[in-house]
């Protein structure tokens, strides 16, 4: 069984602040970890995923994210936030399957 | 890169109507397609993997008699809400599967709001 847990339903950051959006999952598999961010009434834009490489993984936008398997987490980060940031992001685990399993999302507000 | 499409973008429908959502990879092949819901402010919650040329596979609690999904060919899946009622509203967003585990990329549509009145 697979699942996602996103601290945080809620985080606020000033602009050109460091954007810190967390991740934890468990997986009874090698997992593949994905972030996807979702603007309002639209669908879902992948931003990077995590599937077995390197454990520090570059994405669109300037997000990062980083994979610990001794701290089970996927934390993104970004160091400096821009007012086009503000949206709702999603952490997201699949298994051997391909199914996605979502977490509760986190939404990111980015102050001026 | 890869674009998934659905139509339509927004509907209201009276209760008890059909409703048909199509979802369309434009420009790569799908085997893969899947179907989620997702209400305000929360998660999306998947409740169908389609596969081209076979029957769904529904997530448990889903109803396959209310929510019939087909998969005709590689870059079409359609979800037809049968019945309608008010509590069916809601943000409907498909995706489409392109490649091979593990290395495979799912593209997602600009989703569908549907309001049952």
């Known amino acids: 069984a697979q699942s996602v847990t996103q601290l945080g339903s809620h985080v606020s950051v000033s602009e050109g602040a460091l954007v810190l959006l967390r991740c934890n999952y468990s997986s009874s598999v090698p997992p593949y970890l994905f972030w996807y961010v979702q603007y309002p009434n639209q669908g879902l834009q992948l931003l990077l995923k995590?599937?077995?490489?390197?454990?520090l993984v570059k994405g669109i936008n300037g997000f990062e994210a980083e994979f610990k398997k001794s701290e089970t987490s996927f934390h993104l980060t970004k160091p400096s936030a821009h007012m086009s940031d503000a949206a709702e992001y999603f952490c997201a685990v699949s298994g051997n399957t391909g199914k996605l399993i979502f977490g509760q999302g986190t939404t990111l507000q980015v102050k001026p | 890169g890869a674009v998934v499409s659905q139509h339509p973008s927004w509907v209201i429908c009276k209760s008890g109507t059909s409703v048909k959502i199509e979802c369309r990879s434009l420009d790569f092949q799908a085997t893969t397609m899947f179907w989620y819901r997702q209400f305000p402010k929360q998660s999306l919650m998947l409740m169908a993997t389609s596969n081209e040329g076979s029957k769904a596979t529904y997530e448990q609690g889903v109803e396959k008699d209310k929510f019939l999904i087909n998969h005709a060919s590689l870059t079409l899946s359609t979800l037809t809400v049968t019945s309608a009622h008010p509590e069916d509203s809601s943000f409907y967003i498909c995706?489409?599967?392109?490649?091979?585990?593990?290395?495979?990329?799912?593209?997602f549509g600009p989703g569908t709001r549907l309001t049952v009145t």
């Open positions: 995590y599937t077995s490489a390197a454990t």
């Open positions: 995706s489409a599967r392109y490649g091979a585990l593990p290395s495979y990329e799912q593209y």
